[in-house]
Structure formats: C-alpha cells, structure tokens
T-cell receptor, first 115, second 114 residues
Framework: AQKVTQAQTEISVVEKEDVTLDCVYE???????LFWYKQPPSGELVFLIR??????QNEISGRYSWNFQKSTSSFNFTITASQVVDSAVYFC????????????FGPGTSLSVIP | DGGITQSPKYLFRKEGQNVTLSCEQN?????MYWYRQDPGQGLRLIYY???????QKGDIAEGYSVSREKKESFPLTVTSAQKNPTAFYLC?????????????FGPGTRLTVL
C-alpha cells in the first residue's frame, strides 16, 4: 500500500493564482516526520519544510504555507500568488520511527504556472 | 560553499558495461543515500550508509553496488546486472539517520543506456 499519496499528478494554474498541493500519508507510528521538496527542471531536490508528528501548528514562509492535519492524515502545501518560478515537481515525503533509515516519497505533483 | 556534488551530469552506457557515479559531500554528514528516479515517479532508495565502511541495501539494490571508504564520498556502480538502468540518479546526505534529520540532495546524474 502506498504510504504517501499525492493524488494530483499535474496541475496548471495561471500566474498569481493560489494553488494547493495535496498530500495524504499512512503510518501506524505515533512519531514521524513529514517533508516537502521541490524539484525544478534542473533536477535537484530542494528541501522546503520538515514537520514532526507532534507539531500540528500550521506554518507560513513567505508565499508558502503548510496545513498539517493528523485527523485526516494530510499535510497540504499552498502557494499563494503563484509565480512562473514555482513551476516544478513537488514531493511529499514521510519518515517513520519504525523504519528510521528510510524516507518514503510520494509520486510527486507537477505544477505548471502559466504566465 | 557546503554542498553535495555529483558527477558526471550526463552519462551514457553501452550494454554490458559497468559505470560508476560519483557523489561527494563537504557537509560533514554521517549518512549518505542513493535514489533512483524514473519519469513521472517518486524516488526509490537503492543503498544507504550511516557510517564509513558500512552500508545497507535499500528497496531496489539489485544490479547496483556501493562503497563508503571515506566520510565524504559514496560512489554508486551500476553493473551490467541492472537490466534497466536508464534513469535519473540522486545522491543525498543527512547529519544522522533519515528518520530524524533532513536529507539534502545533489544535482543528480542522468544515465542513459545506448
């Protein structure tokens, strides 16, 4: 069973629109971490955020915000006022205490921001 | 600047050849990882190493080999036993274990079999 689901394969938005990327995870651990990474066309994964399972406080960083809800096992990522430079593949990932040497990546969501 | 370097950026392999992908980090990280990415898919773990002279198989280790003789270096060899090696390969490192620490990635190597 897929542990990290990103149901949106591809999303296209017009510049300046807001966009939310969904991430649903599955774990039996009570202690775990969630991550978001950005992969621009150059290929390198860029770390965006890490959140532990005990911290459900939403976070905002500039135009980026994250909504962590344990009740629905979701860790959604919103980009406000999208820009062309936001065009990339975004990966949600999970690390669990029970498999402490591995990070499980979702399949990614490809975001295209059209000028 | 601290970071992770991978070379070469592009690599072409003929059938039956072994090739080695380089990964070097100057972040003083203990743990290093190799991932494979196929088009439209997420990352799959090939091998990882928590400490020098020790490494563990990931989810898709068959056809690959690694070494960890130095803390800074974690080369990956794609052997002729890997039947479908064409993919994008990413190296990552973290201070400690993947569970507790953020992984940082190199720029990747794109391998194509001719």
């Amino acid at each position: 069973a897929q542990k990290v689901t990103q149901a949106q394969t591809e999303i296209s938005v017009v510049e300046k629109e807001d966009v939310t990327l969904d991430c649903v995870y599955e774990t039996r651990d009570t202690t775990y971490y969630l991550f978001w990474y950005k992969q621009p066309p150059s290929g390198e994964l860029v770390f965006l955020i890490r959140r532990n399972s005990f911290d459900e406080q939403n976070e905002i960083s500039g135009r980026y915000s994250w909504n962590f809800q344990k009740s629905t096992s979701s860790f959604n990522f919103t980009i406000t006022a999208s820009q062309v430079v936001d065009s990339a593949v975004y990966f949600c990932a999970l690390s669990e205490r029970s498999s402490y040497d591995k990070v499980i990546f979702g399949p990614g969501t490809s975001l295209s921001v059209i000028p | 600047d601290g970071g992770i370097t991978q070379s070469p950026k592009y690599l072409f392999r003929k059938e039956g050849q072994n090739v080695t992908l380089s990964c070097e980090q100057n972040l003083n990280h203990d743990a290093m990882y190799w991932y494979r990415q196929d088009p439209g898919q997420g990352l799959r773990l090939i091998y990882y190493s928590q400490i020098v002279n020790d490494f563990q198989k990931g989810d898709i280790a068959e056809g690959y080999s690694v070494s960890r003789e130095k803390k800074e270096s974690f080369p990956l060899t794609v052997t002729s036993a890997q039947k479908n090696p064409t993919a994008f390969y990413l190296c990552a490192s973290s201070t400690d274990r993947a569970y507790t620490d953020t992984q940082y990635f190199g720029p990747g190597t794109r391998l194509t079999v001719l």
